[in-house]
């Protein structure tokens, strides 16, 4: 059995929460602190991709990932009775031919068997969508009820009075013993996603804010039983109610929504359907990213009981399931972390 230890986490986003339930799993001692302001959910359609498209890729490191992640949402959304993890068919609408040929080059090979459906002639002649160039369907995708998750988890969290609803005093930390506000943690972990450009030990990591938008629209004639993809996901929501989105807006912090963000969101539906379509809702948010695309996990260089797991960006929901397990065996077992992942890539120089 693992020593028992007292973690404070700062932020609870999908990464904190990640991080805190299996921590509490391990039983270990758990304290997150959050002001409710996080900025991502908002915009968070929680889609689970197993392909990227453009040349019809699989998602980096998606045969661990997803597995992980359906059985973590799963089982988490049933300790408080939320249905949090949602299988949906994507149907990408092929935008050019070279797209349809590389799916139709990829369609055959084993690792792609769990993924691609084999096109048939109803694919391409597919004509609930604007169709120029057949369509494919994925399979094994899915998306996460984002607000309902972050809500049902942290009610979660505080009735095992494991929750504090305030921010996070950085002047109350000492770095040196780990000490919050009088209390001796072992490990104080910054989940902050953009607000980490506010912390005095992690300021400096390359988290870059990428604002984005997305709408919520009422309109008829679209299916209801699966996601449409090109230019925009559409993401059935019931009643003939759809998200859509979404925006990228790179070194902002700004979370307004603009009528530009719905004119381009609304332009890219149009490469889908001519359907006349009512907005009730828009929504804007920001994503912690990182340029290389990967996650930054780790230690402080000086202060070893200070650890960051940020920058899980657009795919945040299927990585930080997996990835927050991999960063538990490191903060219990002292397992390395990935060095495509760690922290040093930032503050040391490479070897």
């Not at 209390?183 to 912390?199: S, T």
């Not at 929504?283 to 912690?288: D, L, S, T």
């Not at 960051?308 to 219990?332: I, S």
């Amino acid at each position: 059995m693992e020593k028992q230890q007292h973690f404070l986490i700062v932020g609870a986003g999908v990464a904190g929460l990640c991080i805190g339930k299996q921590l509490l799993d391990l039983n270990q001692r758990v304290t997150i602190i959050d002001n409710d302001q996080n900025v991502s959910t908002n915009i968070a359609a929680g889609m689970i991709n197993p392909i990227v498209f453009r040349r019809m890729t699989k998602s980096w490191r998606v045969d661990e990932f997803l597995p992980f992640a359906k059985n973590f949402y799963s089982n988490f959304g049933a300790e408080w009775g939320g249905k949090i993890f949602h299988e949906i068919t994507i149907r990408r609408m092929f935008s050019s031919q070279q797209e349809a040929d590389f799916w139709l080059e990829k369609q055959s090979k084993p690792e792609f068997s769990a993924y691609l459906t084999p096109l048939s002639e109803e694919d391409l002649n597919f004509d609930k969508a604007i169709n120029d160039f057949g369509s494919g369907r994925v399979k094994n995708s899915a998306y996460i009820a984002a607000i309902p998750f972050v809500e049902g988890a942290k009610n979660w969290f505080e009735t095992r009075n494991s929750l504090i609803k305030e921010s996070f005093d950085y002047s109350a930390l000492n770095p040196s013993t780990g000490e919050y506000n009088n209390i001796r943690y072992d490990g104080i972990i910054f989940c902050e996603g953009v607000a980490i450009q506010n912390n005095p030990w992690f300021s400096s990591l390359p988290i870059n804010p990428t604002k984005g938008e997305i709408l919520t629209i009422k309109a008829s004639g679209i299916p209801e039983n699966e996601s449409l993809n090109r230019k925009c996901f559409v993401l059935p929501m019931g009643e003939s109610s759809f998200r859509i989105g979404s925006t990228y807006q790179w070194n902002t912090y700004n979370t307004v929504p603009t009528k530009e963000g719905a004119d381009e969101i609304t332009a890219n539906f149009r490469f889908l359907s001519k359907e006349p379509i009512a907005i009730i809702d828009h929504h804007a948010g920001i994503r912690p990213t990182i340029l290389d695309r990967r996650p930054v996990m780790g230690a402080h260089e000086k202060y070893s009981n200070l650890f960051v797991f940020n920058g899980l960006g657009a795919k945040g929901y299927l990585l930080a399931p997996f990835l927050a397990g991999e960063f538990v065996a490191h903060l219990l077992n002292g397992v390395p972390i990935d060095k495509e992942m760690s922290v040093q890539r930032f503050t040391k120089p490479n070897a």
